[in-house]
């Protein structure tokens, strides 16, 4: 199973234009296009969350000191 070319990729797409409809394959790259955006929007939370938890000990250690 080797590289797919562009004549492979240009079949395929006529396929799934033919099973789906030119409606309903738009209506699934929009849908695919949020779910990754929320995504990543997800990761940057948990990130900015862990890095949030990180910080937490050394201000509750300067919060004691005053």
């Given at each position: 199973m080797g590289h797919l070319g562009p004549t492979e990729l240009i079949i395929i797409l006529v396929i799934v234009l033919v099973l789906?409809?030119?409606g309903r394959v738009g209506r699934i790259g929009g849908?695919?296009?949020t779910a990754v955006r929320e995504f990543?929007?997800?990761l940057q939370g948990s990130?900015?969350?862990e890095k949030n938890e990180e910080d937490e000990p050394e201000?509750?250690?300067?919060e004691q000191k005053s």
């Open positions: 789906f409809g030119v849908e695919l296009g990543r929007r997800g990130e900015s969350k201000k509750a250690a300067e």
